[in-house]
């Protein structure tokens, strides 16, 4: 299972000392970055960032999207939500930035979780998910801290890293784990060039 790594305009990918830099991405003082929102593509070792192209409008309540974890603080997880899988389907471009409180059932997360979650309230622009409700709200792709590698789904609630074989239980796992709603064609991304 590879990774698909969503970037955003400006996000620094790399280094012209590791990297050739492709189609989709700036190189300023060595520094490459993405021109896009969209998708980043490794090639041996050239890096191009291929732009989302279907976008839809910011998020509803009650509406179940996709995001990344980007980080906490204090009393919430910081979430970047993607796209929008349930009852619309198309990508949020930009990538809406939401909160997600620290409550029990939204615990056990971490940054680069790829996460269901469901839209709890808009209130003067500020967008707050949760992951409480139904069996496919929750993670559906994690990576061990230790080592990187996704995490594969074990017996229960639990997620086994296939590397180096240490277990984590503290996940609200969801019923879709392993999804990739990229890959499965639901939503359509990718600008078709040649
Ligand atoms: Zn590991």
Redesign the pocket.
Known sequence: MRRIRVTVPGESLGVVEEYIPGDGVLESGGIITSKYHGILKENNNRISVEPFKKHIFPPRVGEIALGEIRGADRNSFLVHLVAIVRPRRGLLAPPVVATMSKRPANLGVRPSDVVLVKVESIKGGQVTVTLAGSHELGVIRSF??????P?VKGVGFTLI??????IFLEKKISSKYGWNPFRDGLIKYVERKR
């Open positions: 061990c801290p230790h080592c990187g590698t995490l890293c296939p590397s180096c074989g240490k």
